[in-house]
């Protein structure tokens, strides 16, 4: 059973246009990570969210991007303005009391 | 900065040999994390490794943790096909940020 789920699994859009990434959480958890994956490549870090906050977020996390918690259940992404090299796998994960952190299985987001 | 170093990137082995895959990390790290990944899927957690020392064995697969090293080891016994997957360390920092390795990528021939 997925820790989390991801919605959706598969996004297309044209550069430039917004898009909102869904992350659900099966219990209730405090700490939520995004990460991105460009294809081939290693996972990269985005951001950290604890207890309805951003905890961290790295140097890829710039003022295209934001996150929310907007009904206290899901967790959103939002590019605001998408680019062609936004393309890339975006997994979400949650984390718990041993701070190990488990994936969700990701949403795949093409840019045309 | 964290950095994380996996070797080798690819790896071809037959079935039923032993082989080792090497993480080295930069500065010191809070934990040690093993993930495999399978092609378009999601990451798997395999191990957490809390402390120098640490040993941790599933299967065909053992995790080790050399902190005075900032060396962590992946060691794969009798290989069979199904373990031929992307493996990925993973240093955290304090905030839980995870650093990934660049993975590596095995793939295990009958």
């Known amino acids: 059973e997925p820790e989390v789920t991801q919605t959706p699994s598969h996004q297309v859009t044209q550069m430039g246009q917004e898009v909102i990434l869904r992350c659900v959480p099966i219990?209730?958890?405090?700490?939520f990570y995004w990460y991105r994956q460009i294809l081939g490549q290693k996972v990269e870090f985005l951001v950290s969210f604890y207890n309805n906050e951003i905890s961290e977020k790295s140097e890829i996390f710039d003022d295209q991007f934001s996150v929310e918690r907007p009904d206290g259940s899901n967790f959103t992404l939002k590019i605001r303005s998408t680019k062609l090299e936004d393309s890339a796998m975006y997994f979400c994960?949650?984390?718990?009391?041993?701070?190990?952190?488990?994936f969700g299985p990701g949403t795949r987001l093409t840019v045309l | 900065e964290l950095k994380v170093e996996q070797n080798p990137l690819f790896l071809s082995m037959q079935e039923g040999k032993n082989y080792t895959i090497y993480c080295n990390y930069s500065t010191t790290s809070d934990r040690l994390y093993w993930y495999r990944q399978d092609p378009g899927k999601s990451l798997e957690s395999l191990f957490v490794l809390l402390s120098n020392g640490a040993v941790k064995q599933e299967g065909r697969l053992m995790a080790s943790l050399d902190t005075k090293a900032r060396l962590s080891t992946l060691h794969i016994t009798a290989a069979v096909h199904d373990l031929s997957a992307t493996y990925f360390c993973a240093g955290e920092t304090s905030g839980s940020r995870l650093t990934f390795g660049e993975g590596t990528q095995l793939t295990v021939n009958p």
């Open positions: 994960a949650r984390g718990g009391d041993t701070h190990e952190q488990f």
């Open positions: 219990s209730n958890h405090l700490y």
